[in-house]
């Protein structure tokens, strides 16, 4: 009985319901949805670009992003306009697979592929080594000391060797060749495909015809050594960048297929993680991942959330703890409701935000991809005027330097010298907790020469205590906090939750919570940098919470964090917020000094307040009292002087500034990461691994430049070698293996932890 066709299985993911698992709402672009997948068949720039040309020519098919170095592509489409099974069968027809980047299938695909290397790989070794023992006879052996009968069997022997290693062996090289003729399309297999045909082809006339023009020699050994050189240096790229990519995929294919929900009788049926919902109760057993935001609400266990938080040690959850989606649980039986699933949960940001790195490419890789194909096609002209040079002196041999030439110039280690390097170290990051949203932030990173940090939330902790509360005549301290909460609770503003924090406290204690979460403000707005406002019952009106200048307030004199209050009357409240340096600010500052950096801070509170942080932690440079668009100012005039900046905050009033500024960090528990302007989130709140951060954008950018320079190089010495005939096919074969796994493992020790003396340099 047939099976469904490819497109009956790709029409499946037209169904809205299916699109959940491999996309999400586009935000910047109403209507549409993004789509993750994985690219089958691709190898290369070349590759990349084409996947993207032909893309984009769908209509409905609004942006398009190909990765070459992760095979991973990001589609942004309109439902309006076209449906998944159409724009990935536009990619059918030019040879390659589209599979949808969380599917079992894609996972499964990788295994399968990674099979049938090794199948090819130990084929063409077995051959390589038994061709090369025919050979050896031939040419360790004086003239005439071996008879023209026995060569011309040998002869017979190699080549009966060489047809497995031609159609088994070399079939990704012909079959990504023969596409690309097809579709008038070149890639970096155009090339090599051509250089084992040729060498195949005249090494076969040769032995067919020992008296013809081709027949003083055969290079059956150098064919099977160059496609196994070949193949072994893909499939050890192919390991490697499994390996570089190992932290992403890791965090990307974290949740669970299915989950065990309560039914209303108590009994426990296990249901898709799509049907999950809003307030089902589910149980999660050790060694499982859970599936959504939730609530324990029976059971104790301890969680692992590094790949998530950043945070490295297991963390006790028991009754009444928050548990997020994308964690393992790791010891007891635990029961969750839960309260956010798929988009809204903090996982599914993360993955966002990974993705879209994973995808992004540097301005070095664009370069690269933008010469992939004119490079190719001079490759190709090159090859026949090599040939065209040589053919009157001898042409086997001119076949054989255009062969030579087709190999050795193969741009490989190019095009993965930017992206494998990139890709590498954001997977190192991911395992510290530092997710980054453009790779090219990275580049950028390594030139920075200022930083810039928010005063609250970023060198303070975000948790405050409220130390003194001024009240104007009539209003006591619990009216204050009472009106002030009703706002606050409508803010993540670390001072909005202190508020809040506080006002819950003391109703618990005087037993009249109930009452205050029941008294709360409408029409609230929130202008950054300045405070919330809100309508209050009672005779209040419209009420201000926030900076001074926002409330027209007085100033209090000391060097806490005031908060004010204030009503259509004016001024109603102050509260004073002593804030906690965070414990590792000094140390961070320090070493950012040490390194030779100039640090500043830019801070909307009080010049007092923001100028006893400084001092206290080691920087000079402070100004208070800043506007979002007086910080976004500052940092220009700086950018204008010439300097890189860095920008640190906590990602909630500094979104034009993190922005604006050159590179930007925000700490992650501060902000939702869906709003977050940065380049860099800082997931565990921890300002330490901003030092490894710097270290590690600095030793990225100097092994992408030693990646560019070592293909360069190799190019530069080869090219001239195989054009006058020095380099033989096996040789080209063996340099463009090498030169492309260099470059791999080149970049493979950035997805190693730093050494210390370079965390101390």
């Excluded at 100012?633 to 700086?638: E, F, L, R």
């Amino acid at each position: 009985m047939k099976g469904p066709s490819e497109g009956d299985r790709l029409k499946l993911l037209d169904d809205p319901q299916e699109w959940a698992a491999f996309s999400l709402p586009e935000k910047s672009q109403a209507g549409c949805w993004s789509s993750s997948v994985v690219f089958e068949g691709m190898h290369c720039a070349a590759c990349a670009i084409t996947l993207e040309d032909a893309l984009r020519a769908v209509p409905g098919v609004e942006s398009v992003q190909v990765n070459a170095a992760s095979h991973r592509g990001r589609i942004v489409w309109s439902p309006d306009q076209t449906r998944p099974s159409e724009w990935m069968q536009s990619v059918a027809r030019f040879g390659y697979k589209a599979i949808p980047a969380n599917d079992a299938h894609a996972h499964e695909w990788r295994r399968q592929e990674a099979r049938r290397m090794v199948w090819r790989l130990s084929v063409a070794a077995l051959c390589m080594m038994q061709v090369m023992m025919y050979a050896t006879p031939v040419y360790v052996t004086e003239p005439g000391g071996i008879t023209d009968e026995m060569v011309q069997l040998l002869r017979w022997a190699s080549w009966v060797l060489s047809l497995p290693v031609v159609f088994f062996s070399c079939t990704p090289f012909l079959r990504s060749a023969w596409r690309d003729l097809v579709h008038r399309q070149i890639s970096m297999d155009l090339p090599v495909a051509l250089g084992m045909v040729v060498t195949f082809v005249v090494s076969s006339i040769g032995t067919f015809e020992p008296t013809g023009p081709f027949g003083a020699e055969v290079y059956f050994d150098s064919l099977t050594m160059f496609v196994f050189f070949l193949l072994l240096g893909r499939w050890l790229e192919l390991r490697m960048r499994d390996r570089t990519a190992g932290a992403l995929e890791a965090v990307l294919n974290r949740l669970p297929d299915s989950v065990r929900k309560r039914l209303p009788g108590g009994q426990w049926d296990l249901i898709s993680i799509r049907r999950l919902a809003v307030g089902d109760v589910i149980e999660v057993l050790p060694g499982e991942a859970l599936a959504g935001d939730g609530l324990v609400v029976a059971g104790q266990t301890q969680v692992d959330e590094a790949l998530l938080t950043g945070e490295s040690r297991p963390l006790t959850r028991q009754v009444g703890d928050r548990v997020i989606a994308g964690s393992h649980n790791l010891s007891g039986t635990i029961e969750v409701q839960i309260e956010q699933v798929g988009a809204a949960t903090r996982y599914a940001q993360i993955v966002s935000l990974m993705e879209s790195a994973a995808l992004s490419k540097p301005a070095m890789a664009l370069l690269v991809d933008r010469w992939a194909k004119p490079f190719l096609v001079a490759v190709l002209l090159a090859s026949l005027g090599s040939a065209v040079y040589w053919w009157p002196t001898d042409p086997a041999h001119a076949l054989m330097v255009a062969v030579a030439v087709l190999i050795v110039t193969c741009p490989c280690a190019l095009s993965l010298a930017t992206p494998a390097a990139m890709l590498a170290s954001a997977g190192a990051l991911a395992r510290s907790g530092v997710l980054v949203r453009r790779l090219e932030a990275l580049q950028n990173l390594a030139s920075v020469d200022t930083v810039i940090f928010d005063k609250t939330g970023t060198l303070t902790r975000d948790a405050f205590d409220v130390a003194q509360i001024h009240v104007r005549d009539g209003v006591t301290h619990e009216q204050a906090l009472l009106w002030a909460s009703a706002l606050a609770r409508h803010s993540l503003h670390p001072v909005s939750r202190a508020l809040w924090s506080e006002a819950r406290r003391r109703a618990d204690q005087a037993e009249t919570l109930a009452a205050l979460e029941a008294f709360t403000a409408n029409e609230v707005s929130e202008t950054a940098g300045q405070g919330v406002s809100g309508h209050l019952g009672g005779g209040l009106g419209r009420v201000r919470l926030g900076s001074a200048a926002y409330c027209q307030a007085p100033s209090f004199s000391g060097t806490h964090l005031q908060v004010s209050l204030a009503d259509g009357a004016g001024w109603l409240a102050t509260f004073e917020l002593a804030e906690e340096i965070r414990p590792e600010a000094l140390s961070v500052v320090a070493q950012l000094q040490a390194l030779g950096l100039s640090l500043k801070v830019l801070s909307g509170d009080a010049q007092s307040a923001v100028a006893q942080v400084a001092r206290a932690v080691g920087i000079a440079d402070a100004q208070g009292a800043c506007s979002p668009q007086g910080k976004l100012q500052a940092v220009q005039a700086w950018q204008a002087q010439g300097h890189k900046v860095a920008m640190v905050g906590d990602g909630l009033n500094d979104g034009p500034v993190l922005a604006g500024a050159d590179v930007s960090f925000a700490l992650g528990q501060a902000v939702p990461l869906a709003q977050s302007k940065a380049d860099f989130v800082l997931m565990g709140g921890q300002l330490q691994v901003l030092v490894q951060t710097l270290l590690r954008s600095r030793l990225t950018l100097r092994i992408v430049k030693q990646n560019l320079l070592w293909a360069a190089v190799y190019n530069a010495a080869c090219i001239p070698l195989a054009l006058i005939g020095l380099l033989p096919a096996w040789a080209a074969g063996l340099g463009m293996a090498l030169s492309s796994l260099l470059v791999v493992l080149n970049a493979l020790r950035l997805s190693q932890d730093l050494p210390s003396q370079t965390l101390g340099a």
